[in-house]
């Protein structure tokens, strides 16, 4: 049976497939042989840090370490989104130049009203500001 061009364009998948699958039976089978397979003590703490936990591990976090990663999660997604626009800008035309302007001045209003809001400020000197007010 002859092979098709189609089925030649699949030989460096099946290739990388192979490579890919063959690299991780490797080195699952290197962590089974040479890792201890012991069972001790310390794997049971919550931290193999070498630092002995103490106290509870239940503690209130500051509003702004969650304030930072929602910061985080918005603007990587709006960067994605533009960097997206940005690879194919030559075949989305006017009318995506368009759509990707509205997107970007609704986050930027967003970003406005969070900071005339307040959110932005955290610490220190935030918190002097607050006990004038």
Do not use: C, N
């Not at 304030?67 to 960067?79: M, Q």
């Not at 997107?103 to 932005?120: H, R, T």
Request: no cysteine.
């Amino acid at each position: 049976m002859p092979v098709t061009a189609q089925q030649v364009e699949f030989i460096p998948l099946a290739i990388y497939t192979a490579i890919a699958v063959g690299l991780i039976g490797v080195l699952l089978a290197a962590a089974y042989f040479l890792g201890s397979g012991r069972d001790t003590p310390d794997k049971h703490i919550p931290y193999e840090s070498g630092v002995v936990p103490t106290g509870a591990a239940r503690h209130a976090s500051q509003v702004p370490f969650y304030l930072i990663a929602i910061f985080f999660i918005v603007f990587d997604v709006e960067g994605s989104f533009i960097l997206t626009w940005a690879t194919a800008w030559d075949l989305l035309g006017i009318q995506g130049l368009v759509h990707i302007t509205v997107f970007v001045i609704i986050l930027m209003s967003g970003l406005i009203w969070l900071w005339m809001k307040g959110g932005l400020e955290w610490g220190p000197s935030a918190i002097r500001m607050r006990g004038k007010h």
